[in-house]
């Protein structure tokens, strides 16, 4: 994630680009700048599309411009694409062209009346933005299937442990672990845990010495590291982390060296 200043600036950047672009734009097509006709300019918080256009008829009518703040935060105008294009500055022109189609025809759609304004004021028509799965916002965090490689964005920590669908297919078992998904953070590139996996249970010392099973525990979790032990009454369904061991080794943090080891009696 670029730092909070840098963030800012090229808030500042891009509206001020959108800005000028409406102002000259609507000059050269409408003969007047889109602000004059009451378009407004803004970020929003959308992160599966990179741009909106909104005309709602009334009195006065809305009139609305508006790019994804996450995206812009994240890339700014110097990101371009493969093709060298800057991707925010043809979105900008992607939306001038929806409102200047309002303005002539009080509608707006990806047809051949807005393709055509597209050319005339060099947005690329076959590029969509609106849409989902279309240009997305890359997710914070990625999962990835260590058999074939398929990934998956997330824009919040998934609370569940991923399974590959087709590979558990392959092997014919819904949650087998060669098919458990590995969870990354996007930014930093490491490895971090589900978030029903971040769960930590602190593993005291048992006085008396007694084991969880000489205790009446059904099941016991051993940490692998210290080999502390600590009982369960119920089957775990969560992976539960050493606490002392995270203190110790991992800054606090929730570490996967540390995940206890569950047996079962009978
Ligand atoms: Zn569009
Ligand atoms: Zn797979
Ligand atoms: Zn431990």
Known sequence: MPSKSVQQQ??????????YLMKHLGQQVVGRPLQALGWTFGFDRAKRRL????????HPPKKRITLSGHYVRLNGLA?????????????????????????QRGRSDHSAPWQ????QIGADPSRLYEGNDLERVPGTYVVECPQCGQTD???KRPKNVRYCKP????????FDPSCRMVLRERATGKDVMYGDERKTRRLAPNASGATPAEQGYKYTATCP????????????????????????HANGQADRRFALKITQHY
Not at 167 to 174: E, H, I, L, P, W
């Open 10 to 19: 090229r808030l500042t950047e891009v509206r001020a680009h959108a800005l």
């Open 51 to 58: 741009g909106g256009c909104r005309y709602q008829p009334g």
């Open 79 to 103: 990101h371009r694409n493969n093709a060298g294009l800057q991707v925010i500055d043809d979105v900008i022109r992607h939306e001038i062209a929806h409102a200047i189609d309002y303005e």
């Open 116 to 119: 055509a304004i597209c050319q």
């Open 153 to 155: 964005d997330f824009y």
């Open 167 to 174: 590979c558990s297919q392959k092997v014919g078992r819904r």
């Open 225 to 248: 590291s210290c080999g502390r032990q600590t009982g369960f009454k119920r089957k775990v369904t969560r992976t539960y982390v050493c606490t002392p061991c995270c203190e110790a």
